[in-house]
């Protein structure tokens, strides 16, 4: 074998790999110019996990879904410290929307207060496109 064939080999082996990556990571990588439907089911799937995450509790992996921006401005911890206030007990989804890298949610919370319990308030969501996948932009006020 000579060096050329030898290199020849590894250098197809190498774009195979290189091509495979890349199918790869457009399976179900999310971009702007995604389908709306498509940037629709995974935003549900998302907020829907995280929604799941804040009534269990589990406010780490809720902390998961925020967008880059949102643990610029806001650590794990001031998170959790947040969010465990008022302990949630129900999450639900009433709608969902994409257009371009932003998706808007509409939900329900529900959470019990000292005062009165099983309020249920509603939410707009905000989720953008980072990554390939949806994550929730935290409400900064």
């Not at 389908?35 to 995450?53: T, Y």
């Not at 902390?63 to 806001?74: C, D, P, R």
């Not at 650590?75 to 999450?91: C, D, G, H, L, Q």
């Not at 639900?92 to 959470?111: H, P, W, Y």
Request: aromatic share 8%.
């Amino acid at each position: 074998m000579t060096i050329f064939q030898g290199f020849r080999g590894r250098g197809l082996a190498a774009i195979a790999l290189a091509l495979s990556l890349a199918g790869c990571a457009g399976m179900g990588g999310l971009t702007e110019a995604s389908p709306a439907e498509q940037k629709r089911a995974q935003v549900l799937a998302r907020a829907d996990a995280r929604g799941a995450a804040l009534v269990a509790g589990k406010l780490d992996e809720a902390y998961a879904f925020l967008s880059e921006g949102s643990k610029a401005v806001i650590t794990k911890e001031n998170f959790s410290r947040r969010m465990s206030i008022v302990p949630f007990t129900a999450y639900r989804i009433d709608a969902a929307s994409c257009e371009g890298s932003t998706c808007k949610v509409q939900s329900k919370l529900t959470f019990n207060h000292r005062v009165m319990q099983g309020v249920t308030s509603p939410v707009t969501e905000t989720w953008v496109i980072e990554n390939g996948q949806p994550y929730f932009v935290f409400p900064t006020q």
